[in-house]
């Protein structure tokens, strides 16, 4: 699928009395890779619950090309090419990493539950090509030694790897990634880096990277927006928010040591 513009237009989002977005514009150029950054509570998740179809923005609109995304239901994304990843992973502990991959394919199979229950020979030819791309994406996430085992019996960073590999198995034009680097250790997240790199140079895809680790998205990203407070105060080059005086502010204002 041809990656399409991702345009987030004048979104705000009230719980109550907070807004905890507040009329938030930006763009996520094709093929680019772009980081939403943020102090605690700026509204890193709200914005991608948003992007997703999970909260529904109280003013604006998101659309991915001609697609109103802020119209779709969740449920819709992988059709629409777009894969996402869950900040508290989502997996099945029980079932092996490749299980939990082929979960991400399924919203490209043809067939429905019943003909799968059948085992309908063209079904079974279709499970193993899927099976086999499965594997494939799994080699490229550095996870292809492990494909048989239960995701519960993995270290923590190749769990969050196993989510993105099930996000990728969507075939993404775009791929959506919830601060994937929480709860990593600094080795484990700069091989994370490298990886998400490595995605968007292999696969061409877009990428928007929600991130609370300014570290991370600095080296990898092409253009970074900032959010502070539910609103954007930056939104630019690596280098140009990181010379930005307010940008500098948010963060020192915040827990200096974590966000640095
Ligand atoms: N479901 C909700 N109900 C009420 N308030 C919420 C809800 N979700 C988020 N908020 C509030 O909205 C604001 C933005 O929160 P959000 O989680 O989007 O920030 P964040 O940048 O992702 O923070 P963090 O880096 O800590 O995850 C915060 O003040 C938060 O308390």
């Known amino acids: 699928m041809t990656p399409a513009e991702l345009r987030v237009e004048n979104v705000t989002l009230r719980f109550g009395g907070l807004r905890a977005l507040d009329s938030v514009s930006f ?53 629409l090419g777009i894969g996402r990843s869950f900040q508290n992973a989502a997996l099945s502990s029980h079932s092996t990493v490749l299980d939990n991959v082929m979960l991400g394919r399924f919203a490209l199979t043809r067939g429905g539950f019943l003909e799968c229950g059948l085992r309908l020979p063209w079904i079974t030819r279709t499970e193993r090509r899927h099976a ?23 270290p923590y ?12 198995a969507v075939e993404p034009a775009l791929l959506l990634l919830d601060e994937p680097a929480a709860g990593m250790n600094a080795a484990e997240t700069a091989e994370l880096a490298h990886t998400i790199h490595e995605i968007r140079a292999e696969l061409g895809i877009s990428i928007l990277l929600v991130e609370h680790d300014m570290g991370l998205v600095m080296g990898i990203a092409d253009r970074v927006s900032v959010l502070d407070f539910g609103r954007l105060i930056a939104d630019g080059t690596p280098a140009e928010v990181q010379a930005d005086p307010e940008v500098v502010r948010a963060y020192l204002g915040t827990d200096h040591k974590e966000n640095a």
């Open 157 to 168: 960073g190749a769990v969050k790897r196993v989510d993105i590999a099930r996000a990728l």
């Open 132 to 154: 086999e791309r499965a594997a494939e994406i799994c080699e490229f996430l550095g996870i292809g030694d492990v494909l048989h085992t239960p995701v519960g019996a993995l």
């Open 27 to 79: 763009d996520v150029q094709p093929g680019s890779l772009h980081a939403l950054i943020g102090p605690n509570g700026a509204g890193k998740s709200s914005c991608f619950n948003v992007i997703c179809g999970l909260y529904r923005a109280s003013e604006g609109r998101v659309f991915f090309g001609d697609v109103e995304l802020t119209r779709q239901r969740p449920n819709r994304l992988a059709r």
